[in-house]
């Protein structure tokens, strides 16, 4: 592999292991037991199909589509361009029996489509909606070049470093290293690269060329920025995002898991990706953003390798500008052993935000139990002026349909956000409803969604973009005040 170019980066504090999230104190399993991983990655889960907005036009007359999350028989959208006008959309499609969305084409010049096809409560979420919309290029954001889009270059899926992992073999991977060209594969000792180049980075792109396109853009360990993007020849279009990077691009450490790249990389992949212009720089006071926080265990962390596909990782598809997600969940977490709540505190400013989920490794302990270890985190975040939010974890596939899930501990979720007057998101009831309205049988589901098509806990990228897409969902029918800031 040719060597990127080095760039020059201010300093500021803050993938070839096949190993999926591990954890010292849970076995390598899914089903009843913990959420730690282990076995053979596979190549990763579904690919999807965008929908169809119309350009200025009528959409979906007579068929079934959603507005602010209703339900609409026989309605219009996207009357004057503007598609479903708050962002929570099937995105020109169908939603069938059970919620499953259907597929549209491509979308028009015009229009807007919502939030990347999340449809309403029960529905499933994400993965079918075509392309965001357009966001541009916002104040202070570095403008696109063409001079930084020279420095990327064409690598095989899932080559050296596991690039474009997870997508098809046969697709075209572009690989966008912005940093060291060093490939670091142990997560227990940064490099003093990746330290120094750590930081969160405001970045612009623009997607489109003279031959029509299908663009999925990825940053750092196989984390959706960007659901994939369909232009028909001669459109263009900017997006830009927040990419927080750290000095390790997946988990914040686990034994023998690789610790990538130092410094910004970026991958566009597809069938025929089309990418013209890149910008970046790490955010001053003038683009500082507003970051999200994340403390859970590895059904929601920023999985490596392809197979595995954390909700937490999926989650930036569904924000814009000025949001950011930086994920510091980990393998093997529990809600009285996590060690990561001062890695996010030294970082949290006021009016940030930190979702919490833990209740997979809690499967012996009580909801009290549950309640007194996260009420002092819940607490210091509100001290701090950050805004938590509460969330209960994913179901487990175990069977179809969902089985008794009170292991999760969502009670206790739903106890400390009641006590401490913050939002609750039950994740649980969420993907139980998603899970048995897919109709479906077990392993269809776990085939099409989850970890190795057998892992019963863990989803692939395609599950964890579904599951992201029902926690974004809730934030914007919740009307939590992230939801001004989804796509």
């Known amino acids: 592999m040719a060597t990127a170019p080095r760039l020059s980066l201010l300093p500021l504090l803050t993938l070839v292991g096949l190993m999926a999230c591990s954890s010292t104190s849970e076995p390598p399993q899914g089903g009843s037991g913990g959420v730690a991983q282990g076995g053979a990655p596979g190549s990763g889960g579904t690919t999807t199909a965008g929908g169809s907005p119309t350009t200025g036009g009528t959409q979906s007359t007579g068929g079934i589509v959603t507005t602010g999350g209703i339900l609409l028989t026989g309605g219009t959208v996207n009357t004057g361009g503007t598609m479903n006008a708050g962002g929570i959309a099937s995105t020109g499609g169908l939603i069938g029996t059970g919620g499953t969305l259907a597929k549209g084409g491509t979308p028009g010049s015009g229009g807007k489509t919502g939030s990347g096809g999340i449809a309403a409560t029960g529905g499933s979420a994400g993965g079918a909606g075509g392309a965001p919309p357009s966001t541009g290029v916002p104040a202070g954001y570095p403008a696109p070049t063409a001079d930084n889009y020279a420095k990327c270059q064409k690598v095989a899926v899932g080559g050296t470093g596991n690039a474009c992992a997870g997508q098809p073999t046969g697709n075209v991977c572009i690989e966008c ?5 060093d490939y670091n594969t142990s997560e227990t000792t940064p490099t003093a690269d990746a330290t120094s180049e750590a930081g969160n980075y405001v970045v612009t792109v623009t997607l489109g060329g003279a031959a029509a396109g299908d663009t999925l853009v990825t940053a750092e360990s196989s984390r959706g920025m960007l659901q994939s993007v369909t232009t028909t020849p001669g459109q263009s279009l900017e997006y830009a995002f927040v990419v927080n990077v750290r000095d390790m691009e997946g988990q914040p450490k686990h034994a023998g898991g690789p610790g990538g790249y130092p410094g910004l990389d970026l991958f566009f992949s597809g069938t025929n990706p089309q990418v013209s212009a890149i910008g970046y720089a790490l955010a001053d006071a003038t683009t500082k953003p507003i970051m999200v926080y994340i403390a859970s265990d590895s059904t929601t962390c920023d999985q490596t390798g392809g197979s595995y596909g954390g909700w937490g990782q999926m989650l930036p598809e569904y924000f814009g500008p000025p949001v950011g997600i930086a994920n510091y969940a980990n393998s093997g977490a529990a809600s009285g052993d996590f ?8 970082r949290w ?7 919490i989920q833990f209740g997979h490794n809690d499967k012996t302990d009580t909801d009290a139990t549950v309640e007194a270890n996260l009420t002092p985190h819940v607490t210091a975040a509100i001290a701090a002026g950050v805004n938590p939010i509460m969330v209960s974890p994913p179901a487990r596939a175990t069977s179809i349909p969902i ?7 969502a009670a206790a979720a739903k106890a400390i956000a009641t006590a401490n007057n913050v939002p609750f998101i039950d994740l649980t009831a969420l993907s139980t409803t998603w899970y048995d309205g897919l109709g479906m049988t077990k392993t269809q589901v776990l085939q099409a969604y989850h970890a190795g098509g057998t892992d019963q806990t863990h989803t692939n990228l395609a599950g964890g973009e579904k ?8 934030i914007k029918t919740q009307n939590i005040g992230l939801a001004q800031y989804l796509r």
């Open 177 to 181: 290293l912005f940093g060291g060209s």
């Open 339 to 346: 060690g990561f709540w001062s890695d996010i505190s030294s």
């Open 349 to 355: 400013t006021k009016g940030d935000w930190i979702i």
């Open 403 to 409: 089985g008794d899930q009170t292991s999760l501990h």
């Open 467 to 474: 599951l992201a897409g029902l926690v974004a969902n809730a």
